[in-house]
């Protein structure tokens, strides 16, 4: 009885392998740099574009209240241009399904993953992608790029100030 329960998992287990090794070859994988395709695409750089707006818009709010109200005013800029980021997320991430399904029956292929999961192999299709979304000039791309440095400085910029903020409430607070 034993010997027969042995023989059936290693019959089963040599049809699983069989049909899994057939049906390695026959597989067409596409990967796609979905960083390359956001900055690289009208509809990526639009949204983008869209976000920074509308966090420049809350961040004036911000200063232009006064420091009763501000921490509360923060908050709420803060839920506002969460909810506004994810559905532009959401907005962007419907486009793009869209123009990948169109590239999967064009090209024929079976899947298309995130580049950074491909190991080896595989098609790259990223600029047909871009292409199919609508390719944004090289103004428009050196632009965003330029646009997106400026927010990392004045981030940067921000944080320093709420560190020395920090810094010299921290100090007062000792002094007395």
């Known amino acids: 009885m034993n010997k027969r329960i042995k023989s059936l998992v290693l019959s089963a287990t040599l049809v699983a392998s069989m049909a899994i090794l057939g049906g390695c070859g026959s597989n067409n994988i596409g990967y796609v740099d979905t960083m390359k395709v956001a900055n690289s695409t009208e509809k990526g750089i639009e949204i983008t574009k869209e976000i920074n707006a509308k966090k420049a818009e809350l961040n004036k709010k911000i200063e232009a209240a ?20 994810n559905a532009k997320a959401q907005e962007y991430r ?82 007395q």
């Open 66 to 85: 006064d420091e009763a109200s501000k921490q509360n005013v923060y908050n709420q800029a803060s839920q506002e241009l969460t909810a506004f980021t």
């Open 94 to 175: 419907q486009y793009q399904e869209q123009k990948i399904n169109e590239l999967v029956k064009e090209k024929k292929l079976d899947v298309v993953i995130e580049k950074g999961a491909v190991v080896g192999g595989g098609a790259d299709v990223t600029e047909d992608l871009i292409t199919k979304m609508g390719k944004a000039s090289e103004a428009q791309i050196k632009e965003a790029e330029e646009a997106a440095k400026a927010e990392e400085q004045q981030e940067a910029q921000q944080n320093a100030q709420q560190a020395g903020q920090a810094a010299a409430a921290a100090t007062t607070e000792s002094a």
